[in-house]
């Protein structure tokens, strides 16, 4: 029993003792991978050299795309009951006379059916007016071109339209007054243009005119004649403010009731310059370089005006005017006193009952200048219909 039992031991011992020789035996694994051996490169068969290609022509160079135009597409109106109407307007049956075509990006002026009366076409592209629109339209009473940008209209054009009324050109480009405009024309509007030449003979024949509006131009004295005005014996308003003026404009009628010549050069008044105007009312001079050595003392002493703007001027002292006057504006110049017994146009001692004797001011403007509170009791005491002073 004892020798089989140690024969067991040995036997454990000895296998025990095989497996540590194995373990130290086994090699180990490399903790770096070998170094790659590179392959030598491979060197490929040099080609054969080409033929020179023959030179190619240069290709024509490709336009460069256009603008786009700055005209938006025309806008076409509804589907109308007249088979005249212009595709680009407005005929509607509540107005059969009245043709309505503005603001509606036309470039080209359609032909105008017979039955119109009025004619819309502000705000629009139009650049040129000619006569092929107007053969038919003999009884246009009333065009509207105004915020267009026309730069000729053509003579023929109002050969056409015999019975025109009123004409609104303004805010284009025209160069100078259109010619053979129709001699019953009551009212023309061309503010805002670019003239600087008014033909002769441009006004020929026009009594009927009423009213002129030349606002905003870049009209000189010598484009003015003596008888540019001469033939408009009804004029009841002249506009020539905001142009190059440097002295009063000549030959303007004495049936004008409103002479507006704000925003010029001018420096001097004629002493005798309003006499014989028997109905001028409104005298606007705002913004010129009026001082009082180019105002006569008494230039403004008479009986019709009953508005008189002097603003923006170089005035010291405040020119006399005659009683009827009722507003008076004088802002904006350089006037240090005013003394109410010197512009009074009358006595202070005149009898409050007689009505007609007192000054009729009612309105008077004398801020920006060099005057502070109170306003002379003179001033007080001549001109009693006094309802607003600004100081």
Not at 18 to 25: D, E, F, I, K, Y
Not at 328 to 346: A, D, K, M, R, V
Request: charged share 20%; with cysteine.
């Amino acid at each position: 029993m004892k020798a089989s039992v140690g024969l067991f031991f040995a036997l454990a011992l000895f296998l025990l003792m095989g497996a540590v020789l194995t373990q130290r035996l086994r090699p180990k694994k490399p903790t770096r991978r070998p170094a790659t051996t590179r392959r030598p490169p491979v060197v490929k068969p040099a080609r054969p050299a080409q033929p020179a290609r023959p030179a190619q022509p240069a290709r024509p160079a490709q336009p460069e795309p256009q603008e786009p135009t700055d005209f938006p597409p025309v806008i076409f109106g509804p589907q109308s009951v007249f088979r005249d109407c212009p595709r680009e307007c407005l005929c509607t049956p509540d107005y059969p006379n009245s043709l309505n075509c503005e603001n509606r990006n036309i470039r080209v002026i359609p032909v105008i059916p017979s039955r119109t009366h009025y004619l819309y076409l502000q705000n629009n592209y139009i650049s040129e007016v000619t006569a092929e629109a107007f053969v038919n339209a003999t009884e246009v009473r009333w065009v509207n071109l105004a915020n267009n940008r026309i730069h000729r209209i053509d003579k023929q054009v109002f050969g056409k339209i015999p019975a025109l009324l009123y004409l609104y050109v303004h805010r284009n480009q025209l160069k100078e007054v259109p010619q053979g405009l129709p001699s019953g024309l009551e009212q023309l509007r061309l503010s805002r243009n670019r003239i600087t030449k008014i033909p002769a003979g441009a006004f020929n024949k026009m009594g009927n005119l009423t009213l002129l509006d030349l606002y905003y131009n870049q009209l000189s004295d010598s484009d003015l004649g003596k008888n540019t005005f001469k033939d408009l014996k009804g004029l009841v308003q002249l506009n020539l403010a905001h142009n190059l003026l440097k002295k009063m404009p000549d030959g303007v009628p004495d049936s004008v009731i409103q002479l507006f010549l704000d925003k010029n050069r001018i420096d001097d008044i004629p002493k005798n310059y309003f006499k014989g105007f028997n109905h001028l009312a409104f005298v606007r001079l705002n913004y010129n370089q009026l001082s009082d050595k180019g105002v006569p003392a008494a230039v403004f002493n008479f009986s019709t005006l009953l508005d008189l703007q002097l603003a923006h001027n170089q005035l010291t002292s405040v020119p006399l005017f005659n009683g009827h006057l009722e507003h008076l504006h004088l802002n904006h110049n350089s006037i240090e006193t005013i003394n109410g017994t010197l512009i009074c146009p009358h006595s202070l001692h005149v009898d409050d009952s007689d009505q007609s004797t007192v000054p009729r001011l009612r309105y008077l403007r004398l801020d920006g200048n060099h005057l502070s509170p109170p306003i002379p009791l003179d001033v007080i005491m001549c001109f009693r219909h006094l309802h607003s002073i600004v100081i």
